[in-house]
């Protein structure tokens, strides 16, 4: 029970971190905000752009080694059980991407 409840938080906290990266954190819209609230010009957006791209990079490979550790050490089953669970945390998480861009394109908020 305990080692489920790891593997829950563990996904959770790497869900999370997957949702931002892939907004790109500060990408979009979002970059826009920063850009106009910060002042940013041209040559910062292109670094923090890069920056949040190479974030996003490490923390897709630490979401994958993470994924290939967890699944050595679960049994046929679990690993089936788990590939579920991610497969519907990712439908979870595109379903909530679609909302958040159909608030956005009628005019909602930006992040």
Do not use: C, Y
């Amino acid at each position: 029970m305990k080692k489920v409840l790891i593997i829950t938080s563990l996904i959770a906290v790497l869900g999370a971190s997957a949702a931002i990266a892939d907004h790109g954190g500060f990408g979009g819209r979002g970059m826009d905000r920063m850009k106009t609230m910060l002042g940013l010009n041209e040559t910062q957006v292109t670094q923090v752009d890069a920056i949040m791209q190479e974030q996003k990079a490490k923390m897709d490979a630490i979401r994958d080694e993470t994924h290939q550790r967890i699944q050595a050490i679960l049994t046929p089953e679990q690993a089936t059980k788990f590939q579920t669970m991610q497969q519907q945390r990712q439908e979870r998480m595109e379903d909530r991407r679609q909302k958040m861009q159909e608030k956005q394109d009628k005019g909602g908020w930006a992040f």
